[in-house]
């Protein structure tokens, strides 16, 4: 078969994707939200989950957790997140779908990269994720305040399982 002949090549996942690695598996979450505009502070917890869809273009990241809203009852946390890179813009990219809302551009989609060893996505709201010694991932989110400035939502930390 002569080269013109053969088939393009299947495209390939952007390299870059495998700096998401250090997420992929089973993770406890435990941590507090801060007593902010949403309300006073609660405990969170839950399971979180990430693995690569077959193909290798998209990070799955998969949550059931709950927050204890004390006295106001339970508050499930439930939804899925699909990572990607964006090779135009060299910055990866999150789609967010969770029990806290329906999907819209605008507020469930995220963009961002790594700021030293963090992984910093920001959209409606800004999520870090960084890996420390231990082997936990150290995971906090802020909030926009309408001057620019962020104020801290919610700290939390991974603990792997499997």
């Avoid at 700096?19 to 902010?36: H, I, N």
């Avoid at 899925?80 to 551009?105: A, L, M």
Wanted: proline share 11%; with cysteine; charged share 20%.
């Amino acid at each position: 078969m002569s080269e013109e002949a053969m088939p393009p090549a299947p495209p390939q996942p952007a390299p870059e994707l495998k700096q998401l690695d250090y997420l992929v598996g089973t993770w406890k979450l435990s941590g507090m939200t801060e007593e902010g505009p949403m309300g006073p502070p609660a405990q969170m917890s839950g399971t979180e989950t990430f693995e690569w869809l077959p193909g290798g273009f998209f990070l799955v990241h998969h949550w059931e957790g709950a927050i204890d809203m004390g006295p106001r009852g339970t508050m499930p946390d439930v939804g899925y997140e699909f990572f990607d890179y964006d090779p135009e813009t060299s910055k990866f990219r999150s789609h967010y779908f969770s029990s806290f809302g329906p999907y819209n551009e605008e507020q469930s989609h995220y963009v961002g990269d790594f700021e030293d060893d963090k992984l910093v996505l920001v959209g409606p709201a800004r999520y870090v994720r960084a890996l420390q010694e231990d082997g936990s991932i150290k995971y906090d989110c802020d909030f926009p305040l309408p001057d620019g400035t962020w104020v801290p939502f919610m700290h939390a930390t991974l603990t792997k399982v499997n």
